[in-house]
T-cell receptor, first 116, second 112 residues
Framework: GAVVSQHPSWVICKSGTSVKIECRSLDFQATTMFWYRQFPKQSLMLMATSNEGSKATYEQGVEKDKFLINHASLTLSTLTVTSAHPEDSSFYIC????????????FGPGTRLLVL | SQQGEEDPQALSIQEGENATMNCSYK?????LQWYRQNSGRGLVHLIL?????REKHSGRLRVTLDTSKKSSSLLITASRAADTASYFCATILTGGGNKLTFGTGTQLKVEL
């Protein structure tokens, strides 16, 4: 149980385009989902916390107008990278915590974004 | 900002040997967790230790926590080639809700 999926697993796009990444909890309801980015050989950096039905909370230094997060249901959160630039190329990982059991996060497999 | 620093950054051992990774953190925590990440993949939760616990076991994993030194260690006994991965500690800070703050990670390579 506690499976989280991400789609797509990898994406290549041209500079200036927008890319949407989906994060789904497959067998549980997630009131909270988290979005991270990870550069090669580095750790995960939290970008934002996404709560179902409310606005996401962004970490300091993360542009909310550039990284749009929508958490429309208890099983789906989306991250849209708007007007992507090469420096946005990274590995984006989402995680979800089960309602009532917030300590453990279950991670998706990640989405590798390459902006040309 | 990253809460934890891990040591060593990279570790290479032979199959069957034990691997020890250390994590230090800076501020008061509710709990500390260890995760594994295979190359280019998501994270797998390994073990959680609460601030009032000192040691925890799960299979071949042994985690210790010393809150006075603000440090934790992960021991993998009888390592296998399949244990090759990056290992991260992550903390939930006191009053930090359920936000995880990750350490810098240790890249473990287990050779046959």
């Amino acid at each position: 149980g506690a499976v989280v999926s991400q789609h797509p697993s990898w994406v290549i796009c041209k500079s200036g385009t927008s890319v949407k990444i989906e994060c789904r909890s497959l067998d549980f309801q997630a009131t909270t989902m988290f979005w991270y980015r990870q550069f090669p050989k580095q750790s995960l950096m939290l970008m934002a916390t996404s709560n179902e039905g409310s606005k996401a909370t962004y970490e300091q230094g993360v542009e909310k107008d550039k990284f749009l997060i929508n958490h429309a249901s208890l099983t789906l959160s989306t991250l849209t990278v708007t007007s992507a630039h090469p420096e946005d190329s990274s590995f984006y990982i989402c995680s979800a915590s089960i309602a009532g059991s917030q300590e453990t996060q279950y991670f998706g497999p990640g989405t590798r974004l390459l902006v040309l | 900002s990253q809460q934890g620093e891990e040591d060593p950054q990279a570790l290479s051992i032979q199959e069957g040997e034990n691997a020890t990774m250390n994590c230090s953190y800076k501020t008061s925590i509710n709990n500390l967790q260890w995760y594994r990440q295979n190359s280019g993949r998501g994270l797998v939760h390994l073990i959680l230790i609460r601030s009032n616990e000192r040691e925890k076991h799960s299979g071949r994993l042994r985690v210790t926590l010393d809150t006075s030194k603000k440090s934790s260690s992960l021991l993998i006994t009888a390592s296998r080639a399949a244990d090759t991965a990056s290992y991260f500690c992550a903390t939930i800070l006191t009053g930090g809700g359920n936000k995880l703050t990750f350490g810098t990670g240790t890249q473990l390579k287990v050779e046959l």
